[in-house]
Nanobody
């Protein structure tokens, strides 16, 4: 029903910035809360950020507060993750997800997932 495609990943040096995008199709974008998760090498998938349906209210993992910003443009069916002051610990595959229920830190709350985009931060 909903297809999500991430883009914007790449290799950056510590202290640098990246902006991830997630383009949605196949559903009514504004009816979904959106989240970003990441999976570092050899580790479990973890919550990064989430945003409510119309934006304005956001949630962040403690590890990214003050550095990352989630936003959405419902007119463009796109959610973004602006990542500043990147650290090697941020290296992971980043996934975009959509929830028909609510914004949440739990992966089980999300119904649809993108394919992921690799972010690598060198020291």
């Amino acid at each position: 029903q909903v297809q999500l495609v991430e883009s914007g990943g790449g290799l950056v040096q510590a202290g640098g910035s990246l902006r991830l995008s997630c383009a949605a199709s196949g559903g009514t974008f504004s009816s979904y809360a959106m989240g970003w998760f990441r999976q570092p090498p050899g580790k479990e998938r973890e919550f990064v950020a989430a945003i409510r349906r119309i934006g304005g209210i956001t949630y962040y993992a403690d590890s990214v507060k003050g550095r990352f910003t989630i936003s959405r443009d419902n007119a463009k069916n796109t959610v973004y993750l602006q990542m500043n002051s990147l650290k090697p610990e941020d290296t992971a595959v980043y996934y975009c997800a959509a929830s028909s229920r609510s914004a949440s830190i739990g992966a089980g709350n999300y119904d649809y997932w993108g394919q992921g985009t690799q972010v690598t931060v060198s020291s």
